[in-house]
């Protein structure tokens, strides 16, 4: 099923090259927190100025306390640390809280936004771009900016304060020592220029096969059954396996890259501060500089290289995160193919035509799936659509929905064209039933109110009625209130397509779309369906994907679809005579139905 085909994709280039651009987009979403972010950046530039004094603190400490022996000297030097100290602590808290809440936060605005982009899509990009994959960028790509934002930036950006101010300091406190220091910290920069990149390009890869761990177990479990009864349990888990590991050796390499830029950076900048010492040193022995010069000195320069190598890791994960970025906003600037830009409300009971449909599905532009389609239906009348599977029946569904447009063609409604009509309005007016049932999570009621949310409880329990339904949810533990989906009741299969049928009358629509079960209803299961779908269809445009000679002949009117055409319209009798594919299908498909045991 799956296993053979996986490998990691190659990220496309733009996303290594991108660099930081698309972090932009998340400055939008912080701008929206403008008080908070103030408060988060004031908080950091004080915290910064603070530690920075400390230094200042250190020098009072070593001159006037200890060398100068002075208890005043010495008091007052404690007593400036511990204020400086006690101010810090306050400053981080205040900047721990804003600045985590604003990564928390504008992760999960995010998420909603990624969301709510994603459900308004065309149907075919969720075919094209596994699921699996979309929800780990919903979930690993947002945390990734989470951590972004409630830490990394924050990181840097004290860093970069102390990296600055502590510089200004030391030229202040003693050029030529600083100059030492200023060669040993180019030196630095030329492992992270050379290591980062290749960081960032593994680290998109890495998130690329985690997504793809993901999406393979995903379609593994939610296909267990189909792999345990063809015993394909190992060699799943062996395909897995190889996936895991392709994933860790990405991993790995970026781990080592990582490694040893951060190895690199301290060697140099530990060579430099040697290098300081050792001459500062001498310059104390000598009397040009004093010892709490010095010390201070020394705490900046500590101050510099402790904020350099947090930068030269923040840098990493900024990376790291430009790319998850970068993914989250291709999400979030998908748009549908479906336009809809439609603004006439067409009346009721008009007829509805398929013009001269050509329709391919994307992922298969060369094999039209309908051609030159040509069929009309009647207001208040029934269609049943006759044909082999993949004859194109359930395609019509599809663009009767728009969930696909025509590429050369139109689907009208009386005389408006589909598209020229408000996706909403349009889609509100027709309701299908499909084949297999579509249950949620939630109870017997969420699910029949499904697109009527504010029903009435009478209104649910008479449509659950027409769908002869009411009477064995009567009988459910909790009745309306009883769970459905993974963790709910089971339910048979006609008792599921009763509940759509519910679902189905309680949106009253004008347009009926039914894709009959093919599968074997037990037949008291199945004499209630058909009773719940007369009743449904009663007066209703209605067309029928028809599996069953009792919905064929009850049918006001029959297509015989073939090969993305119709071949044939009639009833049943005169398509016997009429239509050759029609007869051969009756014999086939239908005749059993009068052997069938009861
Ligand atoms: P039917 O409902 O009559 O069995 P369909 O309308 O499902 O037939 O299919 C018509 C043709 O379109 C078939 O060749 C089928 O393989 C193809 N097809 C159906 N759905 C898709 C899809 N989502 N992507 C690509 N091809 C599709």
């Given at each position: 099923?799956?296993?053979?085909?996986?490998?990691p994709?190659?990220?496309?280039?733009?996303?290594?090259?991108?660099?930081?651009?698309?972090?932009?987009?998340?400055?939008?979403?912080?701008?929206?927190?403008?008080?908070?972010?103030?408060?988060?950046?004031?908080?950091?530039?004080?915290t910064?100025?603070?530690?920075?004094?400390?230094?200042?603190?250190?020098?009072?400490?070593?001159d006037d306390?200890?060398?100068?022996?002075?208890?005043?000297?010495?008091?007052?030097?404690v007593?400036f640390?511990?204020?400086?100290?006690?101010?810090?602590a306050?400053?981080?808290?205040?900047?721990?809280?804003?600045?985590?809440?604003?990564?928390?936060r504008?992760?999960a605005?995010?998420?909603?936004?990624?969301?709510?982009?994603?459900?308004?899509?065309?149907?075919?990009?969720?075919?094209?771009?596994?699921s699996g994959?979309?929800?780990?960028?919903?979930?690993?790509d947002?945390t990734?900016?989470?951590?972004?934002?409630?830490?990394?930036?924050s990181?840097?950006?004290?860093?970069?304060?102390?990296l600055?101010?502590?510089?200004?300091?030391?030229?202040?406190t003693?050029?030529?020592?600083?100059?030492?220091i200023?060669?040993?910290?180019p030196?630095?920069?030329?492992?992270?220029?050379?290591?980062?990149?290749?960081?960032?390009?593994?680290?998109n890869?890495?998130?690329?096969?985690?997504?793809?761990?993901?999406?393979?177990?995903g379609?593994?479990?939610?296909?267990?059954?189909?792999?345990?009864?063809?015993?394909?349990e190992?060699?799943?888990?062996?395909?897995?396996?190889?996936?895991?590991?392709?994933?860790?050796?990405?991993?790995?390499?970026?781990?080592?890259?990582?490694?040893?830029?951060?190895?690199?950076?301290?060697?140099?900048?530990?060579?430099?501060?040697?290098?300081?010492?050792?001459?500062?040193?001498?310059?104390?022995?000598?009397g040009?500089?004093?010892?709490?010069?010095?010390?201070?000195?020394?705490?900046?320069?500590?101050?510099?290289?402790?904020?350099?190598?947090?930068?030269?890791?923040?840098w990493?994960?900024l990376?790291?995160?430009?790319?998850?970025?970068?993914?989250?906003?291709?999400?979030?600037?998908e748009?549908?193919?479906i336009?809809?830009?439609?603004?006439?409300?067409?009346?009721?009971?008009?007829?509805?035509?398929?013009?001269?449909?050509?329709?391919?599905?994307?992922?298969?532009?060369?094999?039209?799936?309908?051609?030159d389609?040509?069929?009309s239906?009647?207001?208040?009348?029934?269609?049943?659509l006759?044909?082999?599977?993949?004859?194109?029946?359930?395609?019509?569904?599809?663009?009767?929905?728009?969930?696909?447009?025509?590429?050369q063609?139109?689907?009208?409604?009386?005389?408006?064209?589909?598209?020229?009509?408000?996706?909403?309005?349009w889609?509100?007016?027709?309701?299908?039933?499909?084949?297999?049932?579509?249950?949620?999570?939630?109870s017997?009621?969420?699910?029949?109110?499904?697109g009527k949310?504010?029903?009435?409880?009478?209104?649910?329990?008479?449509?659950a009625?027409?769908?002869?339904a009411?009477?064995?949810?009567?009988?459910?533990p909790?009745?309306?209130?009883?769970?459905?989906?993974?963790?709910?009741?089971?339910?048979?299969?006609?008792?599921?397509?009763?509940?759509?049928?519910?679902?189905?009358?309680?949106?009253?629509?004008?347009?009926?779309?039914?894709?009959?079960?093919?599968?074997?209803?037990?037949?008291?299961?199945e004499?209630?369906?058909?009773?719940?779908?007369?009743?449904?269809?009663?007066?209703?445009t209605?067309?029928?994907?028809?599996?069953r000679?009792?919905?064929?002949?009850?049918?006001?009117?029959?297509?015989?679809?073939?090969?993305?055409?119709?071949?044939a319209?009639?009833t049943?009798?005169?398509?016997?005579?009429?239509?050759p594919?029609?007869?051969?299908?009756?014999?086939?498909?239908?005749?059993?139905?009068?052997?069938?045991?009861?």
């Amino acid at each position: 099923m799956s296993g053979d085909k996986k490998k990691p994709q190659e990220m496309p280039e733009e996303s290594t090259s991108a660099g930081f651009t698309p972090l932009r987009g998340l400055l939008g979403l912080l701008w929206r927190h403008k008080l908070r972010l103030v408060a988060a950046s004031l908080a950091l530039i004080v915290t910064s100025m603070l530690q920075l004094s400390l230094g200042y603190g250190l020098q009072l400490l070593i001159d006037d306390g200890f060398a100068g022996g002075d208890p005043e000297g010495l008091r007052n030097a404690v007593v400036f640390i511990v204020a400086v100290g006690a101010a810090m602590a306050v400053g981080a808290m205040v900047r721990f809280y804003l600045v985590s809440w604003l990564g928390e936060r504008v992760s999960a605005d995010l998420r909603s936004a990624v969301f709510s982009n994603l459900v308004g899509l065309h149907p075919s990009y969720f075919e094209s771009n596994q699921s699996g994959e979309i929800m780990s960028r919903l979930t690993t790509d947002t945390t990734l900016l989470q951590t972004l934002i409630g830490s990394s930036v924050s990181l840097a950006a004290r860093n970069t304060l102390s990296l600055v101010g502590a510089l200004i300091l030391m030229l202040i406190t003693n050029l030529k020592l600083s100059l030492i220091i200023l060669v040993g910290v180019p030196l630095t920069l030329l492992p992270i220029l050379f290591f980062g990149r290749r960081v960032r390009n593994l680290s998109n890869k890495s998130q690329q096969t985690i997504a793809e761990v993901g999406s393979h177990a995903g379609e593994i479990l939610q296909s267990i059954k189909i792999v345990q009864s063809y015993n394909r349990e190992t060699m799943e888990q062996t395909a897995f396996d190889r996936d895991v590991t392709i994933a860790f050796d990405v991993a790995r390499a970026r781990i080592r890259q990582r490694a040893l830029l951060t190895g690199f950076a301290i060697l140099l900048l530990v060579a430099a501060m040697a290098g300081m010492m050792w001459s500062g040193g001498q310059d104390v022995i000598s009397g040009r500089m004093s010892g709490g010069e010095m010390g201070a000195f020394v705490f900046y320069a500590v101050m510099l290289g402790a904020a350099f190598a947090t930068l030269s890791e923040v840098w990493g994960d900024l990376q790291r995160a430009a790319g998850a970025a970068e993914r989250l906003m291709e999400l979030l600037n998908e748009t549908s193919v479906i336009s809809d830009n439609g603004t006439d409300i067409p009346d009721i009971r008009s007829p509805i035509r398929f013009n001269k449909v050509t329709f391919s599905y994307p992922s298969r532009p060369d094999q039209p799936a309908l051609t030159d389609f040509e069929l009309s239906v009647p207001p208040g009348k029934s269609l049943a659509l006759v044909g082999q599977s993949g004859a194109g029946k359930s395609t019509l569904f599809e663009l009767l929905q728009r969930f696909y447009d025509p590429q050369q063609g139109s689907v009208s409604y009386g005389n408006y064209d589909l598209r020229q009509i408000p996706l909403a309005a349009w889609r509100e007016r027709a309701a299908l039933v499909p084949q297999s049932p579509v249950l949620f999570s939630g109870s017997v009621r969420y699910n029949i109110a499904y697109g009527k949310p504010d029903a009435t409880d009478a209104e649910i329990e008479s449509a659950a009625r027409a769908a002869y339904a009411h009477d064995f949810i009567s009988q459910l533990p909790e009745g309306y209130n009883s769970p459905l989906g993974a963790q709910g009741v089971r339910l048979s299969g006609g008792q599921r397509q009763r509940i759509a049928i519910a679902r189905a009358v309680l949106k009253n629509p004008e347009i009926l779309l039914l894709d009959e079960a093919t599968s074997a209803l037990d037949t008291e299961s199945e004499f209630y369906v058909q009773q719940a779908l007369a009743e449904i269809m009663h007066d209703r445009t209605t067309i029928i994907i028809a599996h069953r000679l009792s919905t064929i002949i009850n049918a006001d009117n029959i297509a015989v679809v073939d090969q993305g055409r119709v071949v044939a319209t009639g009833t049943h009798n005169e398509l016997l005579s009429t239509s050759p594919l029609y007869a051969r299908l009756a014999s086939l498909q239908f005749d059993q139905e009068s052997g069938k045991p009861e």
